[in-house]
């Protein structure tokens, strides 16, 4: 497979048309036609459901897709960091919870835009498990996780500062009038989970024998739809705070009691070589903590 013709495919994805993906392109249909025929006689799979009203990925066309984008975005991160002018330049891809402490994150990219201004550096806004997979292919240079992690096939650096789980839940709702939240207040509440396994392994452990008997309603990988929910009603979140501004809202943060903190770690591969532009980023990073 070449990068060139899967990014042909891509185009006709994210077009959803072979016509106006050649247009795009700047390419002719018929060449573009004939790069995806031989796209599926290569693989042997079929990519696109094709009718009278248009095109449809097949499964098999799903998977290229997800795969394809991932590729196509190693390889234009590597020859981004493969520079050859004596200025560090080139992209640097974080994976990022969402979190208070990606403030030391954020000085870190304005420091950066002093020292190296010609690094680029690119956040995405995921979850631990999407952190980690991503990690894996090469595809992030760093991830910002939420403790507890395994730290096993990582280097790690604690990022200054902490937070505290609890619940995010209307003003009108009973809870909002205590200043802690226990498990007994939450027996007759419609909650709203992370979905993430580390997180739920630490409120399984604040509510112990109680967790089965927690009337979940939704769960979420990302917080700010979960406030939407919480916001219509839906029932209250447990999260962690500092995430929602709830200021000029009608939602309040209730810690948990007993209080339940979380730090978060900036993690990179132990088996991968980092970047001009990621080693630039780690050293700017660095000069912003605690000296141990």
């Known amino acids: 497979m070449e990068l060139r013709v899967l990014r042909y495919f891509l185009t006709i994805v994210n077009e959803q048309s072979i016509s106006h993906a050649a247009n795009k392109l700047h390419i002719s249909q018929p060449t573009i036609s004939r790069q995806i025929h031989e796209l599926e006689s290569e693989l042997g799979v079929s990519l696109f459901e094709r009718n009278h009203r248009g095109i449809k990925l097949t499964s098999a066309g799903e998977y290229l897709a997800n795969q394809a984008r991932q590729l196509i975005a190693l390889a234009d991160k590597t020859s981004a960091n493969i520079n050859k002018e004596h200025e560090i330049s080139g992209s640097v891809f974080l994976g990022c919870a969402e979190i208070p402490m990606m403030s030391t994150i954020a000085q870190t990219i304005a420091n950066l835009t002093h020292s190296a201004p010609k ?164 050293t700017e990073l660095k000069l912003l903590l605690p000296v141990s």
């Open 119 to 282: 690094i680029t550096v690119n956040l995405h806004s995921c979850d631990a498990r999407e952190v980690h997979e991503k990690m894996q292919n090469g595809i992030f240079d760093f991830g910002v996780t939420v403790e507890p992690i395994n730290k096993t096939d990582y280097n790690f650096l604690v990022l200054p500062g902490s937070t505290a789980w609890g619940v995010l839940t209307r003003k009108d709702n009973p809870l909002a009038n205590q200043t802690g939240i226990n498990v007994d207040d939450l027996h007759n509440q419609r909650m709203i989970v992370p979905q993430q396994q580390s997180s739920l392994e630490v409120i399984n452990q604040w509510l112990g024998s109680s967790f089965k008997k927690l009337n979940v309603v939704a769960t979420y990988n990302l917080l700010y739809n979960a406030s939407l929910l919480a916001q219509a009603r839906v029932g209250s979140a447990i999260c962690l705070d500092g995430i929602i501004n709830t200021v000029d809202t009608d939602l309040v943060f209730i810690p948990l009691v007993p209080r339940q903190t979380a730090q978060v770690c900036l993690i990179w591969s132990k088996a991968l070589t980092l970047s001009p532009a990621a080693q630039k980023f780690l």
